[in-house]
């Protein structure tokens, strides 16, 4: 097949030979055209024309970075993200003004000659040899091209951009090459094309679509001839002729390309000098780019989407091809997040915790039966200002997605976890301890998944010393008592109470392994909002936990759909057994410890939970279409004890579960259900356990914790044992010693 001639009559190849003829015969004085000392550089031409034959001929072009738009799951713009702002565009949608304004300034016999530009060559041989330096180029615009697609693929690596626009004389011929292909294969309508779509024209802006968005607030296809003149001349030097740095500079350069255009036929001498005369008339946009751009404080699960596609698997089997995927950008994303419940949910986190607290608050909602991330809120905002109180740190999420290097502790909202394990195991809700308000309990009466036991005795106590008699699982679910529980984990097996951890997926926020040790029922393992939003989704799923997910689909730049991870659906516990617990837990929000929580238009349940001395709050709870995680606490090393403090303005002397995250909870739950379906939990009778006969003792005691009286209501369909009072339960974090987990 015969090659495309080009100007002059020559094919391309026969222009390459007799371009290396001259290199061969000029030796230094042609590499004069690009650089500034070529014997310097110890080149010789000789060697470079016998391997040019060697290069490959197949260039293979990347495809262009382009933004990434992050929708949620009503189509709604969350954020744009990009590694480079860069839009795609046809040449149809580039002004004619704008193509012509280009090829005049940096190639204007780009249409009369092949890769190579031998007038052009010459031209910048004798000027250069005039001046004894490199005062001029002689790169065709598919030349250009090429080396672009060379800084492209390089990417970020600063290694790799410098390998490719470094000043030697065999990158020279090695662009030639590749030139010579581009122009055979694409021709040069396509080349212009694809020049303007690759080409940097400073403030971030790359390619002509975001560049006239920058600096003029218009699509390209909409620029005026002296707009076009000015984007042209940037591309020289996009630092130099900065029109939002130095208009100067820019008005003169745009003067150039306009008398250019003139010169070589492209507009008349009249419409030159009407536009020389025109103002710049700037409409600088700003580039908005990244999570901390995301609407309703959703910056976070911005983030987290982007770490999800920087580490799942489904997208990339090595952290590089999940890095190519991310950085390529291009991609429309659909995401999982509900408009309506990100409002609530950033609402209900700012309400009572200012950004400028010591403490912070978190709140996630997954709905049931999906594991669809439906809201991340947090009280500190996103970003990276800290003197605006922001923050990167996603206290939602483990520490591989971003979050707390720590976790945190979750108190008592881990012992309905154990509660499940027991009726599985086929004990009774109506089983009974009798328990005073501290004991001591030998470790050997539990047993690992190894089959080891433990040494020694674990001294648990709840707070008050009122806090002692008879309870079934209900009522001491309902009032959180640790001794209880403490009991409830031997009957149940240690095991299996981690096993059922495990199976509704309580994960801990370090990424670490749960240790088996029998405080885990008292919420001694660190874990982070999230996980306890899908856990106790499984309760509100009844018994199926679904992993939790923030990604429905995403469509390449060319429409192409990506194959993303989908929720994973398992039996953790049978029916009856979740039944039991959204029974059980349903009480604590009705007469419990989460009174302060309740909603009363629909059926809720949840838990409060606290950490010793108060470093961490919690209220976990759900109804059969949403479940959400309240979390209230400091993060690192060294946290704050939530006794006499002032949060959100308001003075608390010891902060509980159902007092400051209650209401955070009940808030984030009004706002995400408004006008949704109020479905009713599976009913299930609760037998009665035994009651205490002494109605005597600490009848007017009240709450340690402040979240109600200790009166004996009934909770989920019995009657707490008379002289039973709820309080807040200490006991024994990381297996020994007084704790604070509690309501």
């Given amino acids: 097949m015969p090659k495309k001639r080009s100007g002059g009559g020559l094919t391309t190849t026969q222009q390459a030979a007799k371009f290396l003829g001259v290199a061969a015969l000029s030796g230094a004085v042609l590499a004069g055209i690009a650089l500034p000392a070529a014997g310097a550089l110890g080149l010789a031409a000789k060697g470079t024309v016998e391997g040019f034959d060697e290069i490959p001929s197949n260039l293979k ?31 149809k949608d580039i002004s004619p003004y704008m193509q012509d304004a280009i090829v005049a300034i940096e190639d204007s016999r780009f249409y009369k000659h092949g890769a190579v530009d031998l007038k052009g060559i010459l031209r910048a041989m004798n000027r250069n040899v005039q001046e004894g330096g490199a005062a001029q180029g002689a790169s065709t615009l598919t030349q250009q091209y090429v080396k672009n697609v060379f800084v492209e693929e390089a990417g970020d690596d600063p290694d790799k951009v410098a390998e490719a626009t470094q000043q030697t004389l065999g990158r020279k011929v090695r662009e030639l090459k590749y030139a010579i292909q581009v122009e055979e294969e694409l021709g040069k309508k396509k080349i212009l094309e694809n020049y303007l779509n690759i080409t940097f024209f400073g403030q971030q802006a790359y390619g002509i679509e975001a560049a006239s968005q920058r600096y003029f607030s218009k699509h390209a296809k909409d620029l005026t001839l002296e707009e076009a003149a000015m984007l042209a001349g940037l591309v020289q030097s996009p630092t130099r002729y900065d029109p939002v740095n130095d208009s100067e500079e820019a008005t003169k350069r745009r003067n150039t390309v306009l008398q250019r255009m003139a010169a070589v036929g492209n507009i008349s001498q009249d419409e030159a000098d009407k536009a020389i005369a025109a103002p710049l008339k700037l409409k600088v946009k700003q580039p908005k780019n990244g999570c901390i751009t995301a609407v309703e404080g959703s910056g976070f699960f911005c983030d987290y989407v982007r770490k999800t596609i920087l580490t799942n698997p489904a997208f990339g089997k090595t952290d ?32 009572k915790v200012n950004k400028t607290d010591k403490i912070a608050a978190s709140v996630v909602q997954v709905q049931p039966g999906t594991g669809k991330i439906l809201s991340m809120g947090q009280s500190r905002p996103y970003g990276l200002d800290q003197k605006k109180h922001e923050t990167v740190l996603n206290l939602a999420v483990n520490n591989k997605m971003g979050g707390s290097t720590y976790g945190f502790q979750v108190g008592s909202t881990f012992k309905p976890i154990t509660a499940a394990a027991a009726l599985e195991k086929g004990v009774s809700p109506a089983q009974t301890f009798s328990t005073d308000w501290k004991m001591s309990v030998p470790k050997n009466k539990y047993t690992n998944c190894s089959g080891a036991q433990g040494g020694g005795d674990w001294s648990v106590q709840n707070e008050l010393e009122e806090e002692k008699g008879t309870w079934d699982m209900t009522s001491a679910l309902g009032k959180s008592i640790n001794t209880y529980f403490a009991l409830l984990e ?36 660190v874990s982070t909002p999230l996980s306890m939003a899908a856990t106790y989704a499984a309760f509100a799923n009844r ?7 923030a990604i429905e689909s995403i469509k390449d730049a060319n429409g192409k759909k990506v194959r993303v991870p989908k929720s994973a659906c ?37 838990k409060t939970g606290t950490t010793e001395e108060r470093r961490d709050a919690w209220f976990v709870g759900y109804t059969p279409n949403l479940s959400t995680a309240v979390w209230v606490g400091s993060d690192g090393a060294k946290k704050v004890p939530m006794y006499n403090i002032t949060i959100g303005g308001q003075y608390y002397d010891k902060v509980c579960g159902g007092c400051l995250p209650g209401p955070i909870w009940r808030t984030a739950m009004t706002g995400a259900l408004e006008a949704s379906e109020t479905p009713s939990f599976n009913q299930v009778a609760l037998p009665r356990g035994e009651e205490k006969k002494d109605k005597d003792k600490g009848q007017d005691k009240g709450r340690g914790d402040g979240d109600d009286g200790g009166k004996p209501d009934p909770i989920g ?24 987990n509690g309501p």
């Fill in 570 to 606: 398992t039996s953790a516990m049978s029916e009856k057994t979740a039944d039991t617990i959204n029974a059980m837990l349903k009480g604590v929000v009705e007469d419990g410890t989460g009174t302060l929580a309740g909603l009363s238009d629909r059926d809720n349940a949840g």
């Fill in 320 to 351: 590089e091809e999940r890095t190519k995927l991310w950085n390529l950008g291009g991609l429309t994303i659909r995401t999982t997040l509900s408009p309506r419940a990100q409002e609530a949910a950033n609402e209900a986190s700012t309400l």
């Fill in 490 to 525: 031997q009957k149940a097996g240690l095991c299996e109470t981690v096993t059922m951890a495990k199976k509704v997926g309580y994960e801990r926020g370090d990424s670490k392994q749960l240790v088996e040790e029998p405080a885990i029922t008292l919420g001694s393992e």
């Fill in 717 to 740: 369909g019995i009657t707490l044992p008379p002289g039973v009072i709820g309080g807040n339960h200490g006991g024994g974090n990381h297996g020994g010693g007084r704790g604070g």
């Fill in 61 to 91: 072009t990347p495809p262009l970075s382009q933004r990434t738009t992050i929708l949620d799951n009503e189509g709604g713009m969350i954020a744009t993200v990009y590694s480079r702002d860069r839009t795609v565009v046809p040449l």
């Fill in 543 to 549: 018994g199926t936990y679904c992993t939790p997910i």
